[in-house]
């Protein structure tokens, strides 16, 4: 059974969508930033994550899928979005918190073929429908699986639920976990928040980020103790479950912190500069090698002839 308790405060934390634009937008709200990924994922400034792996996927003869399965969906705009796009004839999505599952049905409202159900991914009941075993051509976790506290349990059931030639698809945080960044990183940020006008760094109530730390693990966990539990593991422990088809790390170790709370500061048109500037910091960090990327997107496939046993 999913705990109550973690349901409970994951309401508190994501049961309203608006909470999380209170003080200020965040990075990926700037059409610029969308462009920034889609070049570093996909080598196209018009072509989205999604999409690039949608190629991978038409390129292999798998589309339309049968079944698709969404981890931690969330409001439910990746299933709508799926709907859209026709990749299967069913799309089953979950989530931990009640409130934020009412809201993901009020958005698929009228679609048929989508379905939303409570779970929790430290412990997917696996033999329970509609989580049965070899029945997903594909599995897909987008900003949800930094959330999941049993990697290797999530691993192991995703494993179980493909089918034998199935697709796992993440777009991810992979950064430290709980946001305990580096003495480099920190660094980095203040750096370059040194170089911004005052009046960029403002949020919505007029407070300026003048320093930048890593928050303390108390903190985060005050906020969502599901946060970024342990994203550090997500990309090393993949291999051990599947077949790694293609990893595209995307940074956004500078611009998600830097444009947290103040990404709208940065919309009107004479401001596009000071954006363009730190994308260009990014991308040159990149070429140096002293970027940290903080996201990645991955295609990875089911491995046959694993012993997929669920962990302990």
């Given at each position: 059974m999913p705990d109550t308790g973690l349901s409970t405060r994951l309401d508190a934390a994501w049961g309203d969508p608006g909470a999380w634009v209170t003080n200020g937008q965040h990075w990926t709200h700037l059409d610029e930033i969308h462009r920034l990924i889609n070049r570093r994922v996909s080598g196209d400034p018009t072509v989205k994550p999604l999409a690039w792996f949608g190629r991978h996927l038409a390129d292999a003869g798998c589309l339309p899928l049968r079944r698709i399965l969404v981890l931690g969906c969330g409001a439910g705009h990746l299933e709508r979005e799926l709907h859209g796009l026709a990749?299967?004839?069913?799309?089953?999505?979950?989530?931990?918190?009640?409130k934020v599952l009412a809201i993901a049905r009020e958005n698929v409202a009228g679609l048929d073929g989508i379905s939303h159900v409570l779970a929790s991914m430290d412990e997917l009941p696996v033999g329970q429908a509609p989580f049965l075993p070899g029945s997903f051509d594909a599995v897909l976790g987008v900003s949800s699986v930094h959330h999941c506290s049993q990697l290797d349990k999530l691993y192991s059931a995703v494993a179980q639920l493909l089918t034998p030639d199935g697709w796992f698809y993440l777009d991810e945080y992979v950064g430290p976990d709980r946001?305990?960044?580096?003495?480099?990183?920190?660094?980095q940020l203040?750096?370059?928040?040194?170089?911004?006008?005052?009046?960029?760094?403002?949020?919505?109530?007029g407070v300026i980020k003048k320093s930048f730390r890593a928050p303390t693990v108390a903190e985060v966990v005050a906020v969502d103790p599901s946060e970024a539990a342990c994203s550090s593991r997500i990309?090393?422990?993949?291999?051990?479950?599947?077949?790694?088809?293609?990893?595209?790390?995307?940074?956004?170790?500078?611009?998600h912190v830097l444009l947290a709370d103040v990404a709208q500061n940065f919309q009107a048109p004479e401001a596009r500069p000071w954006l363009q500037a730190l994308m260009d910091a990014e991308d040159d960090l990149d070429r140096r090698g002293q970027l940290e990327h903080h996201f990645s997107c991955v295609i990875a496939r089911q491995r046959p002839h694993r012993n997929h046993s669920t962990s302990t």
């Open positions: 990749w299967a004839r069913e799309i089953v999505a979950f989530d931990l918190s009640p946001f305990q960044y580096s003495p480099r990183h920190l660094a203040t750096a370059l928040a040194d170089l911004l006008p005052e009046r960029m760094l403002a949020n919505q109530n990309l090393p422990l993949l291999p051990d479950y599947f077949k790694v088809v293609a990893q595209r790390p995307y940074g956004g170790s500078l611009l």
